[in-house]
């Protein structure tokens, strides 16, 4: 049996580009992976990117979010490609 993230996360930008995004008045570079699921101000080659976030290592969209940093679902099953402790 498959366990773990066995889906194609969706990426919605060029990922080969700089992705970057700002945190505390800094831009950092990130992977795509990350830069997907981040909450805060982002760009790619310089350009701002206004396209959705997404949940760490899934396709679920978060809703309204404009926090600095990068956002989990803390309610799936396996979170990190494990189960959670205690379930």
């Known amino acids: 049996m498959k ?7 969706v990426y919605d930008f060029n990922s080969g580009g700089n992705c970057e995004a700002k945190i505390k008045e800094r831009w950092y570079r ?3 992976i990350s830069f997907r699921s981040f909450g805060g101000d982002r760009r790619i ?3 701002a990117y ?7 290592r899934t396709n679920i969209e978060v809703e309204g979010t404009n926090k600095e940093a990068i956002c989990f679902d803390l ?13």
């Open 3 to 9: 366990r773990g993230y066995t889906g194609k996360l």
């Open 45 to 47: 080659n310089g350009e």
């Open 30 to 32: 990130m992977t795509p």
């Open 50 to 56: 206004l396209g959705p976030v997404y949940y760490y």
């Open 75 to 87: 309610n799936t099953e396996n979170y990190f490609g494990r189960k959670r402790d205690g379930e």
